[in-house]
C-alpha cells in the first residue's frame, strides 16, 4: 500500500528554520514527482515545491525561491523541504504529494498525499 508521511513540523519564530520530511513505504520515491503543498486556515493548497522523477527538475513556488530547498534521499526513500528565513505568511499544514509523471502546479494531479504536518511561525 502506497503512503506517504509527512514530519518534521512545529513552532518556530520569524527567521527561524524547519526541516519537514516525507517519508514513502509501499513504493519507491524517485519514480515519482514529489510535490509539498500548504495550506493555510480557510485557503486552498498552494504549491510550495517540486521534484521531479530522479531529481531531473525543481520548482519553487515564487515567494520561497532562495529560502526553501527541496531534496531527496534516496537511500532512505525520503524527499526533504528545507525551510529557512521563516514568515508568519508561511503558516499552514504542508502536505508532500506523488505523482507518476512530472510536477503539477495543482494539487488536483496528485493522487498520493500525506496527512500532514503543521507549521507555525509566530513570535
Known amino acids: 500500500q502506497l503512503q506517504l508521511v509527512e514530519s518534521g513540523g512545529g513552532l518556530v519564530q520569524p527567521g527561524g528554520s524547519l526541516r519537514l520530511s516525507c517519508a514513502a513505504s509501499?513504493?519507491?520515491?524517485?519514480?515519482?514527482?514529489i510535490g509539498w503543498f500548504r495550506q493555510a486556515p480557510g485557503k486552498e493548497h498552494e504549491g510550495v515545491s517540486c521534484?521531479?522523477?530522479?531529481?531531473?527538475?525543481?520548482y519553487y513556488r515564487d515567494s520561497m525561491k532562495g529560502r526553501f530547498t527541496i531534496s531527496r534521499d534516496n537511500a532512505k526513500n525520503t524527499v526533504y523541504l528545507q525551510m529557512n528565513s521563516l514568515e508568519p505568511e508561511d503558516t499552514g499544514v504542508y502536505y508532500c504529494a506523488a505523482r507518476d509523471y512530472g510536477c503539477m502546479r495543482s494539487s488536483a494531479f496528485y493522487p498520493y498525499w500525506g496527512q500532514g504536518t503543521q507549521v507555525t511561525v509566530s513570535s
Open positions: 509501499g513504493f519507491t520515491l524517485d519514480n515519482y514527482a
Open positions: 521534484i521531479m522523477r530522479s531529481d531531473s527538475r525543481i
